[in-house]
């Protein structure tokens, strides 16, 4: 038996799974395909050339005429780039702000939630580190109350466990990571959305991983707010992100803790007036060559088909699992009822990240995560690290074999 919990398909023939797209134009479209085999697509994916072509030439722009001229030069690409993104979560552009990193969209929406000492925020044992160490920061900082709603036997969030919480709890609000970083586990974001509106509570939604990996529908999922990035799977630019700004949470007054001119209008000595639409979830300093890279990569992914894309990268995904599990001294650490673009593996007397530097030297990107990454995830799976590869749609059984194959003469067996 598999040494992982999913109820994913089993891998299918090779050529099922190459020719669900056209790999040879994906790979001519990513020319260092050529050069290395990247795995590491949930730390920062390799760019398509129209993205790289869309930063390169609003970069030169800004170097011949000046930023501000090249922001009204190209106000009408600027404008289509909200279109863009929120076309990739099922949105209107007055609901889309452009910030300089998920961990910052995530930061700006929650501290626009109006907490008070001893109010309670629900979140998960899975949620991002980062998002973590916000929590506890809000706990030390203003008494809000963090509870972690406990795991299912089969991996991820008990949803019958938040319900509960949320019966015996008045929660400000509640905030779940869709995909952990540190594994590949798949929460069940929409049954959450459910329970948050039955009660009328905040929902903050971390798509920092699923936001490109999958079909997203904020509409669907019914969250408040939802964050994410432009370099992991959305194949964008590092320095970009977003985030998503339901028409409730605009109307209900909602801004955040940092505002500045660009999200405010300070009309007398001691007043302002929010913009009325997301901008005021923005500042003023928005790096315009990665924000349209980002844009350009959410057509890109468009274009292709976002189930597409995640049909591809599961079955690939699955495929590197099984591969991994008959490798001696391999285990693989992801749980869940549902898996998807991520493979989290622990290696028997061998230090992740050292196999990760001796990986890259091979030419292989993956990437590797120690405890403090994910402390309640490590602890209760009693490992202290991990090696993380994450396959793209770009991505090539050959490839995984190849990165497989390396492992194997890494570790001698």
Known sequence: MPRYLATEPRPAAETSIESRMDIDRLRADTPPCAE????????AALMPEPVVR?????????????????EDARRAEIDAAYDA?????????RNIAFTESATAAFAQ???????????????????????????????RRLGVRVLRAPDAPEGGVDVDAVDAIMRREALRAVCVTHVPTNSGLVQDVES??????????????????????????????????????????????????????????????????????????????????????????ETFETAWPV???????????????????????????????????????????????????IVSIAVAGHDPRALMRALRERGINTSAQARPSAV??????????????????????????????????LIGV
Not at 54 to 70: M, Q, S
Not at 85 to 93: K, M, S, Y
Not at 115 to 133: I, K, M, P
Not at 207 to 235: E, H, N, Y
């Open 36 to 43: 290395r085999v990247h795995l590491n697509n949930a730390g």
């Open 54 to 70: 869309a930063v390169r030439e609003h970069f030169e722009l800004e170097t011949r005429i000046g930023g501000y001229e090249a």
């Open 85 to 93: 993104i929120a076309g990739l979560v099922g949105a209107d552009r």
């Open 109 to 139: 929406a929650l501290t626009s939630i109006p907490f008070e000492r001893g109010d309670a925020l629900l979140t998960t044992r899975n949620d991002y580190v980062s998002n973590q160490l916000l929590f506890l920061s809000f706990e």
């Open 192 to 281: 959450i959305g459910r329970l948050c509106r039955e009660r009328n509570v905040l929902y903050v939604v971390d798509g920092c991983q699923s936001v490109g990996q999958m079909p997203i529908d904020v509409d669907a999922i019914g969250c408040d707010f939802l964050s994410a990035t432009s370099r992991k799977f959305l194949r964008g630019p590092r320095g970009a992100g977003f985030l998503y700004v339901s028409d409730r949470a605009l109307g209900l007054g909602l801004a955040p803790l940092a505002i500045d001119m660009r999200g405010a209008e300070w009309t007398d000595a001691n007043r302002y007036r929010l913009a009325d639409d997301a901008r005021r979830f």
């Open 291 to 341: 924000a349209l890279g980002m844009a350009e990569a959410a057509r890109y992914a468009q274009a292709l088909g976002l189930a597409a894309i995640e049909r591809r990268i599961k079955l690939l995904a699955a495929r590197l699992r099984e591969s991994l599990c008959e490798v001696p001294g391999v285990r693989v650490l992801d749980r869940g009822p549902e898996l998807c673009g």
């Open 376 to 409: 309640l995830d490590y602890d209760a799976k009693g490992v202290e690290a991990s090696l993380r590869l994450s396959p793209h749609c770009y991505n090539t059984e050959a490839e995984l074999d190849t990165a497989v194959d390396a492992l194997r003469e």
